[in-house]
């Protein structure tokens, strides 16, 4: 699965938006940089964003294309928060503590508009998101969130949607009840991780694509990077690779596991569909554990995703597959063709709370979990700080519990599927149940 490539994957994505998918050269030759980001992902690029703002002298290495895995390919979502949710963030740090990682995550997520308006980035954003529940007694889990984030970070905006109300949000039977978050919402995450490399070069830092990063030494004035064609010898070293460590640090890659998770898109839906299955235009994503998430395009596709994978295959008949799980949702589209299929690897951790670490002056931040639009903006921001010697953040988060998974490099695939049936199960209904 660590491929790399110098064109885009195939997806919905990247034919919305050819003209911009520029080629940038790979290095040649040796490098002398105060800081060196590896991955020009989210994660990196608003590393990289944050120190050039600090005149700080940065350059990015990326084995593929800007964009290329996850940051280009995933749902486009902007939802608040990390995957794990704040209470074990909160059981770990106090309460206290865990509303200044609140309050980083919901500024995170006004940060990204900043970003778009002030680098005029054209990524179709949209406001509003969706979060419903499939099973009765999971609704439970909706109404304790809203009251939690209300009375403990302070957070008001989630407005909780009753069965009967829930057509005027989503034209779907299978959910019994949602929380709309009026400052959520949705974006093209290709269009604008791509504008987001565009503005950071505009500030001075160099990107080379089709440079992957081989392996790293220590040296006595910072770090040594192998390239195939080159060196980089930096005094600072930020890891932004996520689900693509792999061998380059094995220290690193033990704490997250790479799991595949697949999207497809129809054909443009007539401006009728698209108004009656998503009347606000919000994104939606249920609280399953094994979870569907969809939205609207600007030009009225939808893009549904779901399902995930731990072999690093891709699952046999997969578009049909995902076809009868957006059916499963939407079965008024059964005679709408499916244009795209792609899939991409997130970086999960054992208790899907971020990993972000400090090791003298090398850096990184990884573990996302599937929530990664706005979580990596707030990694942008705790790593740059501590780049440039503030670390409060940074010491917080390296207080989070994110333990190498068990049964090493080769059982710890079969373990964690093993482990996963049993959440796979909860995703059934309680027979009788209803309110």
């Known amino acids: 699965m660590f491929e790399s490539d110098s064109q885009y994957p195939a997806t919905w994505y990247a034919d919305s938006c050819r003209e911009r998918q520029i080629h940038r050269p790979a290095l040649e030759g040796d490098l002398d ?3 060196l980001v590896i991955g020009a992902g989210y994660t990196g690029l608003y590393t990289a964003h944050n120190l050039a703002d600090k005149q700080v002298n940065v350059a990015m290495i990326e084995a593929s294309r800007v964009g290329w895995a996850a940051s280009g390919r995933n749902g486009g979502q902007i939802i608040l928060g990390f995957s794990c949710d704040m209470p074990p963030i909160e059981a770990q740090l106090g309460t206290e503590r865990a509303r200044l990682i609140w309050d980083l995550l919901r500024d995170s997520a006004q940060e990204i508009r900043r970003k778009i308006s002030q680098h005029q980035i054209d990524c179709e954003l949209a406001e509003g998101h969706l979060w419903t529940s499939v099973l009765w007694q999971r609704i439970k889990i909706l109404a304790d969130w809203q009251e939690e984030a209300a009375h403990k970070w302070g957070y008001e905006h989630l407005e909780m949607i009753n069965r009967k109300d829930l057509p005027g949000y989503v034209g779907s039977d299978r959910y019994v ?6 400052e959520g919402g949705h974006l093209n995450p290709l269009k604008y991780v791509l504008g987001l490399a565009a503005a950071a070069e505009q500030k001075g830092v160099r990107i080379f694509e089709q440079t992957k990063a081989l392996s790293y030494q220590k040296t006595s004035d910072g770090y040594l990077v192998s390239t195939p064609k080159g060196q980089v010898r930096c005094k600072k070293l930020v890891f932004a690779t996520n689900a693509y460590i792999d061998k380059l640090d094995t220290r690193l890659s033990r704490r997250v596991m790479p799991v595949g998770t697949y999207m497809i898109a129809t054909e443009p839906l007539t401006e009728a569909q698209a108004s009656q299955i998503l009347p606000t235009n919000a994104a939606v994503s249920d609280n399953q554990f094994v979870l569907d998430y969809f939205r609207l395009t600007q030009n009225r596709s939808l893009l549904f995703g779901g399902k ?17 799980d957006m059916l499963r949702v939407l079965p008024q589209l059964k005679d709408v063709k499916i244009t ?4 991409g690897h997130i970086d999960i951790t054992v208790h899907r709370t971020p990993d972000f670490g400090r090791d003298g002056n090398l850096f990184w931040a990884q573990g996302f979990s599937g929530h990664g639009v706005v979580p ?4 942008g921001r705790v790593v740059a700080n501590a780049v440039l010697g503030d670390t409060h953040l940074m010491d917080m988060f390296m207080e989070l ?4 998974f068990p049964g090493g490099e080769m059982f710890r695939v079969p373990l964690q599927a093993a482990g996963m ?3 796979r199960l909860r995703d059934y209904a309680i027979p ?3 309110y």
């Open 340 to 343: 795209h299929t792609w899939g």
């Open 401 to 404: 519990k994110t333990p190498p």
């Open 432 to 434: 009788g149940l209803s």
């Open 308 to 324: 995930c994978t731990y072999s690093g295959k891709t699952p046999a008949n997969l578009t049909e597959g995902m076809r009868q």
């Open 421 to 423: 049936a049993y959440y």
């Open 177 to 182: 009840a949602a929380l709309y978050d009026r």
């Open 376 to 379: 990596t903006c707030a990694a």
């Open 33 to 35: 940089i105060d800081v």
